[in-house]
């Protein structure tokens, strides 16, 4: 069962392999909620949780992924890293590379005729994760697209 989630998030990919930086926000009354509440023996509110912790999640193009807990993530760095990494589309620059912290560095290459980007993203996990770093190789996204997405991402922190 998937909990139904709201909550910003910004996903950095395709439907095959993204990385996405999220704070998931349940809802104590959607019933999927409850009944996975139920299940964990927890009230729905415990369950939910505050909505206020944000996390990074990948997943690769065999389908394998993970994420981990960001609990020192505050709401405008998010911003921070989705604005950093929205002037840089541009490619004025040619090839860059946008850090979110210590977890995420996003090394990004632009595509024949500047119309889609190629991400290839560097995942550390903090201290205290029992998952190793690893390298995630994002196929072609379209460049318009992730612009139109960041601009939503930075809107829905506002």
Same mark, same amino acid.
């Given at each position: 069962m998937s909990p139904a989630m709201g909550g910003p998030a910004l996903f950095i990919g395709t439907d095959t392999a993204y990385v996405a &930086?999220? $704070? @998931? $926000?349940l809802d104590p009354a959607d019933p999927e909620v409850r009944a !996975?509440?139920? +299940?964990?023996? &927890?009230? @729905?509110?415990?369950?939910? =949780? @505050?909505g206020n912790v944000w996390a990074l999640m990948w997943e690769?193009?065999? =389908?394998?992924? =993970?994420?981990?807990? /960001? @609990?020192? /993530?505050?709401? !405008?760095?998010a911003e921070d890293f989705a604005a950093r990494l929205l002037a840089e589309l541009s490619f004025e620059t040619g090839p860059f590379v946008v850090g979110a912290g210590e977890v /995420?560095? /996003? +090394?990004?290459h632009p595509g024949p005729g500047g119309a889609d980007c190629r991400f290839l993203a560097a995942i550390t996990p903090p201290e205290g994760e029992e998952l190793p770093p690893l390298t995630l190789e994002i196929p072609p996204v379209d460049a318009d697209a992730l612009r139109a997405d960041l601009e939503d991402f930075r809107r829905s922190l506002a």
């Open positions: &930086v999220v $704070r @998931p $926000r !996975a509440a139920e +299940q964990t023996g &927890v009230s @729905p509110e415990e369950f939910a =949780g @505050p690769d193009e065999t =389908g394998a992924g =993970g994420g981990f807990e /960001l @609990p020192g /993530l505050r709401d !405008a760095e /995420l560095r /996003l +090394q990004a």
